[in-house]
Nanobody, 119 residues
Framework: QVQLVESGGGLVQPGGSLRLSCVASTNMFSRYVMGWYRQAPGKQRELVAIINDGFYINYADSVKGRFTISRDNAKNTTYLQMNRLEPEDTAVYYC?????????????WGPGTQVTVSS
């Protein structure tokens, strides 16, 4: 499995922005389907955004128009640009990745990074 490390979380005021990064330790990064999930206190982990090896992208309805997922295969890095943040976006954000042939059941996960949106 690939090792994933997130960074970029923190405390931000409502309406602010943050960019999360996820670096993967693999020489096959370009083949990976990469995604961001989040888990708020007392809630289940939910998909935020996903980007595949062909740059197909999908977002949760709650973040469409505010969040942007992207990847830089040369840097083995996936990004999540979060704009117009709301208190409801407060959660631990996790990076995940899997090879298409293995399927999501074989996903690797990062340790997570805390995002807190509060005034």
């Amino acid at each position: 499995q690939v090792q994933l490390v997130e960074s970029g979380g923190g405390l931000v005021q409502p309406g602010g922005s943050l960019r999360l990064s996820c670096v993967a330790s693999t020489n096959m990064f370009s083949r990976y389907v990469m995604g961001w999930y989040r888990q708020a206190p007392g809630k289940q982990r939910e998909l935020v955004a996903i980007i595949n090896d062909g740059f197909y992208i999908n977002y949760a309805d709650s973040v469409k128009g505010r969040f942007t997922i992207s990847r830089d295969n040369a840097k083995n890095t996936t990004y999540l640009q979060m704009n117009r943040l709301e208190p409801e976006d407060t959660a631990v954000y996790y990076c995940t990745g899997y090879l298409p042939l293995s399927g999501p059941a074989r996903s690797s996960w990062g340790p997570g990074t805390q995002v807190t949106v509060s005034s």
